[in-house]
């Protein structure tokens, strides 16, 4: 069986993204001045960039796994809530 890799995997997978409530949101300030940023690392959709020294992030294509929330150091950085009906992954394998 051939391995597939992070780009072929999400694409198993289908996102209804939710442009008027995104259901995660960063405090940017709070970002930068976090020295390990191990959301980058962390995040299995690799959806944390860092760009210029700043850490970029989308929530299209958010598995909803908490990780970023449970490993984030800095109180307040992240505002995390499942997003609302209908929105979101839906898983199609698994
Ligand atoms: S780990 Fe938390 S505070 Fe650090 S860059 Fe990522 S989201 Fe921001
Ligand atoms: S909940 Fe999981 S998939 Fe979504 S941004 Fe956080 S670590 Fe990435």
């Given at each position: 069986m051939k391995k597939?890799?992070?780009q072929q995997l999400l694409a198993c997978d289908k996102f209804v993204v939710d442009d008027e409530e995104h259901h995660i949101l960063?405090?940017?300030e709070i970002?930068?001045?976090c020295q390990a940023k191990p959301c980058?690392?962390?995040c299995p959709a690799g959806l944390y960039i860092l760009k210029d020294g700043e850490i970029?992030?989308?929530d299209a294509g958010c598995l909803e796994c908490g990780t970023c929330r449970l490993i984030c150091p800095q109180e307040g950085a992240l505002s995390w809530n499942y997003p609302?009906?209908?929105f979101g992954v839906i898983y199609r394998y698994g």
């Open positions: 597939m890799n992070m960063l405090n940017k970002c930068s001045i980058i690392y962390a970029n992030f989308d609302r009906g209908n």
